[in-house]
């Protein structure tokens, strides 16, 4: 097969690829991830399922695309929001990730449900979601660990009892961080999705009014409880209020 064929055949396979990722995204946004069917992406297509099949063996599979997908966009978004906050002190840099994060959730509502929202029923994702998962929490390991190279963290009090707990996800996480800067950085990465997902599913309804300007006060509380107490690059001392 000439090289023209070749690419010909592999435009059109993620054009069709492309095609069933959109029609599955607009059946989650009007049915929900339980309700996905192959079945009924392929009917909506006019495709035979057995054509579909080709590209995604079973519904699973186009979950885990979708997941994956998801996840790459929320982790995209996070990381170009740093991208142009990345000559600022931790604690904005902190605040920019969080808010790409919370403006990603608000623009995709149904992605992010289907990520951080309630597990599929049937449904494992594989390891294969991991990497890209993992973008977010990366990007906030990194500002810390910058951070702790730099100016120096203020390390969070740790229970004695959590200590081995920290320990150990210290060496899995950041074994280049202290096990209290760690176990912080983990508690904070679920109460910045829980804040998220709060807002997202209507929880804050006749209780939070302002909510860009509580979210920022929060995940800068969220960044001085992991021990970033410096505001602007370069100069040291307060609190991590949200300034520079």
Request: aromatic share 6%; proline share 6%; net charge negative.
């Amino acid at each position: 097969m000439s090289s023209t064929a070749h690419g010909a055949r592999a435009r059109a396979r993620a054009e069709v690829t492309a095609a069933i990722k959109d029609e599955a995204r607009r059946q989650l946004a009007a049915e929900g991830a339980a309700e996905l069917s192959l079945r009924a992406v392929a009917r909506a297509l006019g495709m035979a399922s057995s054509a579909l099949y080709r590209y995604f063996p079973s519904r699973d599979d186009l979950l885990t695309a979708l997941i994956i997908d998801a996840y790459d966009s929320l982790g995209e978004a996070a990381e170009a929001a740093h991208g142009a906050e990345a000559e600022a002190g931790p604690v904005q840099r902190w605040i920019v990730v969080c808010e790409a994060v919370r403006a990603w959730a608000l623009a995709h509502p149904h992605e992010y449900t289907l990520i951080y929202g309630s597990p599929v029923p049937g449904y494992t994702a594989p390891a294969d979601t991991v990497p890209a998962a993992s973008r977010v929490g990366l990007l906030l390991i990194g500002i810390t660990r910058d951070a702790h190279q730099g100016l120096g963290l203020a390390k969070p009090r740790l229970p004695a009892e959590l200590r081995p707990e920290a320990v150990r996800m210290a060496a899995d996480l950041a074994p280049d961080l202290p096990p209290e800067v760690v176990a912080a950085l983990v508690a904070a990465w679920a109460q910045l999705f829980g804040l998220v997902g709060f807002e997202l599913f209507g929880h804050f309804h006749r209780i939070v009014e302002d909510r860009e300007a509580f979210f920022r006060h929060a995940v800068a509380q969220l960044a001085h409880g992991v021990g970033l107490v410096y505001p602007q690059k370069g100069r040291p001392g307060g609190a991590a209020t949200g300034e520079g």
